[in-house]
Structures are given as C-alpha cells and as structure tokens.
C-alpha cells in the first residue's frame, strides 16, 4: 500500500497490529469454543483471554529464526500466557485457518470503510442534484457536444451509478 494515496482508516485496517490482532482474536475465539463445548477449563480459558497480547517487535525477532509468520505470532503469545496455557492455543487448528479467518475479517473491515464512504459520496451527490437541477450545461455522447442537460441531472445520473 502507498501511504500517500491510503486513507488512514484503510491503512490501520492492513496494518500488522490489526492482522495480528485479528488473528489473535481467532485463537481466543477457538479457546472459547473449546471452552463451551467442554474441552477446556473455564478458568484457563478466561486466564488465556485475560494474559493473551502479542508484541510486533517480538514476532519479528522469532520470525527471523523460524521463517514462518504463524509460529512465530504462536510462540510470542505463548510467552505473554505461559507455556501451560498454551497447549490449548491453536489446538485443532491449522496456519490456514487463522491466516484465511483473519484475513476475512479484514477483508470485511476494508468493504465496510469502503460502503460508508460510498454512502457519504452518494448523498453528497443527491445534495449536489438537488443544488443544481436547473443549471445547464452541454450534453455529451461519444465525447462530442449533444443535446444540453442540467448539471443536476448529471449529478443524478452518478447517484445511480454510485
């Protein structure tokens, strides 16, 4: 992503805090699963939920040892909620699945930021309609001059594009 053309909001959405955010959110998720259907003490699930963080720098540094971005989130979580704790985390679970779930939420963050935006530029656009729909102008088709149009109708037009 080019940082100049990104919107803030898009760029914390793609940023590694909230990817790792999410997965980590996906791991608990599955703890809590494990938790409600039996599999998993009550107690150490809200121990796990309660001590689970992850530092970026760290991930980075057991990154570079492993060469693989989901054991090396694993083993920095691991150390925030101890080794005990730990055998519950990812049990079940494959690389995939916390890369392809996290990676879904952020893709429905990223469609949510975009849909509001297009909702505030549709209305900006039926404002602007409104505004405007007496004021002429030259009409076109096929890039040349045509039958004159009202900058309102326009303005509608791209309403219903949008």
Not at 44 to 52: L, M, S
Not at 57 to 82: S, Y
Not at 118 to 136: C, G, P, S
Request: glycine share 4%; charged share 30%; hydrophobic share 45%.
């Amino acid at each position: 992503m080019i940082s100049r053309y990104c919107l803030p909001e898009m760029k914390k959405i793609w940023s590694k805090e909230n990817r790792f955010q999410q997965m980590l959110q996906v791991e608990i998720f599955a703890c809590e699963a494990m938790r409600d259907m039996g599999a998993l003490d009550p107690e150490i699930f809200q121990e796990i939920k309660e001590k689970a963080s992850f530092d970026i720098q760290r991930i980075a540094e057991i990154e570079e040892v492993t060469k693989h971005d989901v054991v090396a989130f694993l083993m920095a979580v691991t150390e925030k909620i101890g080794e005990e704790n730990a055998k519950y985390l990812h049990r079940g679970l494959t690389a995939s699945d916390i890369l392809d779930t996290s990676l879904s939420v952020q893709m429905k963050q990223a469609a949510e930021l975009i849909l509001g935006k297009l909702y505030t530029l549709r209305d900006v656009l039926v404002e602007l309609a409104k505004e405007h729909k007496y004021h002429l102008m030259v009409g076109r088709t096929h890039g040349v001059h045509a039958e004159p149009i009202t900058y309102g109708m326009k303005m509608a037009l791209w309403v219903t594009d949008v």
